[in-house]
């Protein structure tokens, strides 16, 4: 008798395992389909927006819907596994305020980055000075923006210190001043200057005749008039502009006798008669 007991007790258990196995196989089934679908369903948003907003703004939607699916697909897992979920969320509830507590400026970051994306001081693709770095916006992520460096280096800056500081975008107009200052010597003729540089400028089909381009004297300094050179160029053409005048300015000057003065300092000698004795 105390046999077959046993061996009952022995099948009673078995069984049990086997239940508890079972569970945990469709427990980790839910979780994978889950997983599966939530990413699917987070890709398929993104692209649907893509097509509708900036992408700055779907791949931020995409991250958060992904995230808020999976918690839903790990709270249907445990539910299944037998695991109180009503418990676990007061118990998950308590824990995120000490966590909140803790990850405060995690938190700030993330609230940071909800108002970089509401509204968009910059998106992707933007040349951008922010949080004390310079770069081309590669993604605006729930914590961190990324910039990539014009050497080629990528940055990953906390959205909160975006936020908090000043953000310059260079890419956000189709059109950009490209702003020269030529000092030349005091012994040149000025109208000569004004002209080699107008030359120069209506050479280079980059810059824009409207607004029209001004070359204006701007200091007697002491060494050097210097003059102010303002033209228009696109955005995209600044930079390789910029350098090409420069470059043009030095060649044209030396080639038409124009000086470009080192800085100068004159040092008058004043002789006294010695004192009669």
Wanted: overall charge neutral; hydrophobic content about 50%.
């Amino acid at each position: 008798m105390e046999f077959i007991r046993n061996l009952a007790s022995h099948y009673d258990l078995a069984d049990k395992v086997v239940l508890w196995l079972a569970r945990v196989g469709v427990a980790m089934l839910i979780f994978l389909i889950g997983w599966w679908v939530s990413k699917k369903i987070s890709d398929a948003i993104t692209s649907l927006l893509n097509k509708r907003t900036d992408p700055t703004l779907a791949t931020f939607l995409g991250n958060i819907l992904y995230a808020i699916l999976l918690a839903f697909v790990v709270i249907a897992a445990l539910d299944h596994l037998g695991v109180e979920t009503t418990s676990l969320l007061a118990v998950v509830g308590a824990a995120g305020l000490a966590v909140g507590l803790a990850l405060k400026d995690s938190l700030s970051n993330f609230a940071a980055g909800v108002m970089l994306i509401l509204f968009r001081p910059f998106r992707v693709g933007d040349f951008v000075d922010a949080g004390g770095a310079m770069g081309t916006v590669e993604s605006v992520r729930i914590f961190h923006t990324l910039l990539k460096t014009p050497n080629g280096q990528l940055l990953w800056i906390p959205n909160g210190g975006i936020s908090n500081s000043k953000i310059t975008n260079y890419s956000s107009q189709p059109t950009r001043r490209v702003d020269l200052k030529i000092g030349v010597s005091y012994d040149d003729d000025l109208k000569k200057v004004r002209a080699v540089l107008e030359e120069i400028i209506k050479a280079d089909e980059r810059v824009l005749a409207d607004p029209a381009p001004s070359i204006v004297v701007t200091e007697l300094a002491d060494s050097s008039v210097n003059f102010a050179v303002r033209c228009w160029t696109k955005t995209a053409d600044w930079w390789a502009t910029t350098c090409d005048l420069l470059e043009t300015v030095k060649i044209r000057f030396d080639e038409s006798g124009i000086t470009i003065p080192y800085p100068q300092q004159q040092l008058h000698i004043v002789q006294t008669a010695a004192p009669d004795k």
